[in-house]
C-alpha cells in the first residue's frame, strides 16, 4: 500500500486572533521508509515541508518513528500478514486494536533516517516515537494506550505554543494522532492540507479530524499569516 498526496479538501479559511499567537512547527515522520521505500509516499511534499521550515515558528520540531528489530506490531514478528488487524496489549494488560505493519524504520538502518532533502539543521527539537519493542505510539504525545508521555508536550510548553502547525507522513496516522493528541493538550491544532500524505485515499481521517475541532490550512495561508506578524 502507497502513501498518497492528500487531496484537495474543500474547507474554508479560518482566521487566527494575532493577539497572543505562539506557532510551532511539528514535521511529523518524514522518514525514508514512509517516504520511498517501504511504504513508498510523496516526495512532492518535501519542498513545500522545507518551505514551511523556513517560516518563522516559534520552534521547528522534528519526530522521528524508531523501531527496534522486535517490535511486536510488525507482521514480521508476529507472523501475521501485512496491514491485517491485530489486538495489542500493553504491558500492564490494556488491549488495543492494531495494524500489522510492514518492518520500516528500523534503529540504526538508512530506513529511519530523515529523507535526505529534509532541511534537518533547522529544527529545535527531535522527538522521537516507538522506540519500546512492547508499546505502539502513532502519536507524538503519547502511546496508543495514553499512559506514556513523550518529550513534545514539554517542548511545547517550553516556547509557550499556542498553535501547533503539522504536517509530514501519514496524515491519516501519525499526523492524525497527533493532531487529536494537540487538541486534548489544548492547543489550537492545525493540519497543513498540501505538506502531508495519507496511505488511504479515502477522506476518512480529514472527517475525524475535523469532528475533533482539528483546523486546516495551506503553505501559502500559513506564509501570509506569520509574516504578518514579524
Known sequence: MSLKTSKTVDMPTISVDIA??????????????????SLAGPDTIV????????????????TQDIQP???????????????SAASIHHPEDQEQGKVHWPVRCLV????????SDLKRVKFDAVVHKGTHPNIESYSAFRDVWGKGE????????EVGATDV?????????????????????????WVIRDAVGNISPSAFAWD????KGIKFT????????LQSTV
Open 165 to 189: 502547525y503539522f504536517c509530514g507522513l501519514a496524515n491519516d496516522y501519525c499526523v492524525k494522532y497527533t493532531t487529536k493528541d494537540a487538541i486534548d493538550h489544548e492547543y489550537n491544532a
Open 47 to 62: 519542498p513545500i515541508v522545507n518551505a514551511l521550515i523556513s517560516l518563522p515558528f516559534k520552534a521547528r520540531i522534528a
Open 20 to 37: 497572543g499567537y505562539v506557532p510551532a512547527l511539528v514535521v511529523v515522520d518524514m522518514q525514508n521508509d514512509f517516504a520511498t521505500s
Open 218 to 225: 495551506t503553505f501559502e495561508e500559513i506564509k501570509g499569516r
Open 208 to 211: 475525524e479530524m475535523s469532528r
Open 69 to 83: 528489530g522486535n517490535k511486536m506490531c510488525c507482521a514480521e514478528t508476529l507472523e501475521g500478514s501485512e496491514y
Open 150 to 157: 513523550s518529550e513534545l508536550p514539554q517542548v511545547l510548553r
Open 108 to 115: 540504526g538502518t538508512a530506513g529511519a533516517d530523515p529523507v
